[in-house]
């Protein structure tokens, strides 16, 4: 799987900024998993559309629905353009296993 695009969608009036991140095939749970893993993942797989929220220690929150190719990431006011660029690192590290 390979990130297409990445979009600014908003700056948030507490000064965090919201990215979609958009990608050549749909979410999987496996993706899912290894995106959450060490971090705080919430799941409701009997919502009509399987809804994920994943929060990092560093505050950063990650939105999605399963069998979409895209999701939302929420980076806070606090080093935010910092901690986008250490997320789409590890991202990479993901996407490539």
Do not use: H
Request: proline share 4%.
């Amino acid at each position: 799987m390979q990130i297409t695009e990445i979009k600014k969608i908003e700056d948030c009036f507490d000064g965090s900024v919201i990215f979609k991140y958009l990608f050549s095939e749909e979410m999987d749970e496996d993706l899912m998993n290894k995106i959450g893993e060490g971090n705080k993942l919430q799941y409701f797989p009997d919502f009509l559309r399987p809804f994920f929220k994943i929060t990092t220690p560093a505050d950063l929150q990650i939105k999605g629905i399963l069998g979409d190719r895209d999701f939302e990431v929420i980076f806070p006011q606090t080093d935010k353009w910092k901690k986008k660029k250490e997320f789409e690192t590890n991202l990479q590290k993901i996407l490539q296993d």
